[in-house]
């Protein structure tokens, strides 16, 4: 039965109009709209809100719930959402379109999961049946038949009372099927103590279609790919269960890379980069860590706008230009706030590990700053963007196309992730 159920929930035409049923443990909130976005479910998040007995604020760019004084935000166009606080990401970017604000399923599960937690509320959210939309109206009445008066009482209460009722035991296996609940509850647990081996997600950036960086006859995702498949072996030689982005010269939208990380929940994520420079400062050279925070500097914003412009698919027209650099700008209003994030300060501490072990590996250390990399917004772990060097430096660009130079890189990376996830499970 469960099988049928996810068949249903994630594998219905596209074109069909429906109706999802929301539930919280034992107790059904809802019916909400739902659709398909090609292989993605999205669901109504407004519906959702008002399902579950909130009054939304919104504008054209953000739907924000407040509940004693905690906050849920979603954002038109962008793939964070932050719920009291913790930034989860979207699998594809909140929008709002035929009147409805729509996220994706699962995403919004973990969101409101966290919301609710952080209010002192149950959170036990999953969806149940899915409907055509002539038959919306019928999961209302059917919670009308009551064979119990304790339980009719209970359901003619509030909605802010009825999220704290113990669910009937009918609905106990189905609690087993709170993959939000578990995810939020183990993401810091194999940081703590785990049988399992580490897990590390080596992203090469950009690829295929996208070349990146080229300049003095190397191009960047060359480098990128050739790194990552080199820090995988050496990892997976010291212990570790070192997973790719991707293993052969494709291209991925930047959400698939730290979606793929949170999907395999990793300890550690780290993007591998090449930098460069304009004309007339071919003499620049180094090799620098980013975190995603504000930015710590001008240069910093400056490369993060340039990463952050593969967004538009490399299109280079200046109408798409324009909109992934609002998107950045976007980034820094939802990071305004944020400089106490937990991920923040241990992807800190991930780069403080990682740049002593540059330094005493006699790799060119330039700088170690932060900026709103879209690559790492979204992480549910620790997620540091390396940039190895600029290949606008001839000499530099010449060494980073040599095996040698790179593995030197490479096992320098490799001692400061290992470092880094000993001392963060011995604590």
Not at 200 to 213: M, Q, T
């Amino acid at each position: 039965m469960a099988a049928l159920s996810a068949l249903l929930l994630f594998a219905l035409p596209a074109f069909a109009e429906e109706r999802i049923e929301l539930w919280n443990g034992g107790i059904k909130k809802g019916a909400v709209s739902t659709r398909m976005n090609g292989t993605i479910r999205e669901m109504a998040i407004d519906e959702v809100v008002s399902a579950l007995g909130f009054a939304p604020k919104k504008d054209g760019t953000s739907l924000i719930v407040t509940m004693d004084g905690k906050k849920i935000e979603f954002w038109n166009g962008s793939n964070i959402v932050r719920a009291a606080g913790t930034i989860i990401s979207f699998s594809t970017p909140v929008v709002t379109q035929d009147g409805h604000w729509w996220g994706e399923g699962r995403g919004l599960l973990s969101a409101f999961g966290q919301f609710y937690k952080a209010i002192g509320q149950k959170a036990d959210f999953r969806w149940g049946a899915v409907s055509a939309a002539a038959a919306a109206p019928a999961p209302k009445k059917q919670a009308q038949p009551k064979p119990k008066p304790a339980e009719q009482t209970k359901k003619a209460e509030p909605a802010k009372k009825t999220q704290t009722e113990p669910a009937p035991q009918k609905a106990g296996p189905k609690q087993e099927a709170k993959a939000p609940a578990q995810t939020q509850t183990q993401a810091p647990a194999p940081k703590v103590k785990s049988n399992r081996k580490p897990i590390v997600v080596i992203d090469a950036g950009h690829g295929g279609h996208d070349p990146g960086a080229s300049a003095n006859k190397v191009r960047e995702k060359d480098v990128n790919l050739k790194a990552a498949v080199q820090l995988g072996k050496i990892l997976k030689e010291r212990g570790v269960d070192a997973r790719l982005t991707r293993s052969t010269d494709v291209y991925l939208k930047l959400a698939e890379r730290t979606a793929f990380a949170n999907k395999n929940n990793a300890d550690v994520f780290i993007s591998l980069h090449c930098n460069s420079m304009p004309k007339g400062h071919s003499k620049v050279a180094g090799f620098e860590i980013y975190i995603m925070a504000l930015p710590s500097d001008k240069d910093a914003m400056n490369l993060a706008i340039v990463e952050n412009r593969e967004i538009s698919g490399d299109a280079h027209s200046a109408a798409e230009i324009q909109k992934a650099d609002k998107k950045t700008q976007l980034l820094l209003k939802i990071l305004g706030d944020m400089q106490q994030n937990n991920k923040i300060g241990e992807s800190t501490a991930l780069t403080e590990v990682l740049n002593a072990r540059a330094k005493k590996s006699g790799l060119p250390m330039r700088k170690v700053a932060q900026a709103p990399f879209f690559v790492l917004r979204g992480a549910a772990m620790p997620a540091v963007l390396v940039e190895m060097g600029y290949l606008t430096n001839a000499a530099e660009a010449q060494r980073l196309n040599t095996a040698a130079y790179r593995d030197k890189i490479c096992r320098s990376l490799a001692d400061g992730i290992i470092e880094y996830i000993e001392t963060h499970r011995a604590q």
